[in-house]
């Protein structure tokens, strides 16, 4: 579904512990679904310093849940957690490799 930004604005660092550069800015979406317009919040994609970073009018693709159309679901979550638990894996890999590898070599 499309959704257009219609405010962006700057988490307070206070209010946030997450130090990670691109989850400082949230986003006003506004849509249309089945003939109703809804507002919801979300993160935005980028930063300031990015190559890239949604702004104020731009359409971009968002997902909600069908029986409750006021939930916005983050853009990126399914990525995110994809992203995490292959790094994860990865380190976890890693990291028996080395405590296991010299007796595997044996």
């Known amino acids: 579904m499309t959704a257009e930004i ?3 604005s700057k988490n307070d ?3 946030s512990k997450m130090r990670h550069k691109y989850a400082q800015f949230n986003g006003t979406y506004k849509y249309d679904y089945q003939g109703v317009t809804y507002t919801g919040n979300d993160r935005i994609a980028g930063a300031n310093t ?3 970073m949604d702004k104020v009018g731009d359409h971009v693709t968002i997902h909600i849940d069908p029986n409750s159309p006021k939930d916005l679901y983050d853009r990126f ?3 995110a957690l994809r992203s995490a638990l292959l790094n994860g894996g990865m380190i976890l ?3 028996l490799l080395l405590i296991f590898g010299p007796f595997i070599i044996r």
């Open 6 to 8: 219609t405010k962006i």
């Open 13 to 15: 660092p206070a209010y």
């Open 77 to 79: 979550a399914a990525n």
């Open 93 to 95: 890999f890693a990291g």
């Open 50 to 52: 990015s190559i890239h």
